[in-house]
């Protein structure tokens, strides 16, 4: 047996072995999806990819773009949506092709500058961890949404370095609280070089005003150095950015290496991302929507969880503590009719396993109801 093999069995016999799951897009109408991050509905639904086809101009979009951003011959639907991004968050944007590639790309080339060091949330995502890892800078991590243990690191290290990049995620990805902006903000008020960087993957389209975001309607604003934003949920495309300074933008289109060396989105991909952005900032109503259900999965979620403070959040966990409980579970709830996976180490903490809700604006209350059933019927 390879070294290799020994892995698998040893992540087998511990629950932790990751298969790709069966597809239950097609002729799965049955099945009500709570594991895919399209919170406003918006991927599932083919009118909308129907409208932007019919336009003709937008037909014919290259499905490429052959080269990366800094070589790449076709400029105009990465413009126009920076362009719009811009406006957006009144300050310059800068286009990744992913959320793992503009994390990773950020942070190493932000942190990779002599003089940097990196406190981030105990739970940011794997993204801004390798990012921090490129970056070679030296690190610690806060415990979660904890400001005052953040503070006691500040109050040390800040003397120590030029710079602290303090990093969170606005809404986390796994337990769906969030990040107090205000209070971060604060704290950089009291020293000053603190740069602050939020991740805002999944409050992009969900949360502030017209979907912008928390960090968008907060007080301190223009504070927070680097906002990034990710395509991929909410918004039913593929991508991320960075809302930045114009000296930041700068800095990146010359360091930041996943920018400079990866071919660059499709132009078709780029132009229906801005297509979805100018409707979603009008869609209050799929917003509200999604917050009613949300509050509606926490009177199921949380009696069942007592002790755990759940966030009534368009993502809730259901905390099992144990990986094979949480295939288990999984698995019962899929016969059911209802598809939530199972999040498993090293995704989240050991004892922390898991099943993680997400919710659409699609959803219907009357299938939270069967949802709530199912738990009333059945041991977890
Ligand atoms: N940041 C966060 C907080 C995420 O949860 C994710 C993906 N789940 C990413 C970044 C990566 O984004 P993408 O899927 O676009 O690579």
Redesign the pocket.
Known sequence: MSVYSDILAQLSARGNLRRIPAGTAAGGETVVDLSS?DYLGLGADPELQRQFMSEESNRTLPLTSSASRLLAGRQEEYASLEALLEELYGRPALLF???????TGLVSALAGVAGCMIVADRL?????IDGIMLSKAPFTRFRHNDMDHLERILAKESPRHERLIVIV?S????DGDRADIDALVALKRRYPNVMLYV????ALGVEGPRGLGICRGAEGYGEIDVV?G????ACAS???FAAVSAELKGFLINSSRSFIFSTALPPISAAWTEWVIRRMIGMDDRREALKALGRRLHSILSPLQPGTVVTPSHIQPLVTGDPHKAVALSAALLEHGFKVLPIRTPTVPPGTERLRFSLSASISPGQLDRLEDFFRNNEI
């Open positions: 991050n092709n992913s959320g793992y590639h503009a994390n940011v995502h794997a993204s801004i995620e809404v986390y990805s796994m991740d805002e993957a999944h990034v990710t395509f991929g949920k593929m991508g991320a």
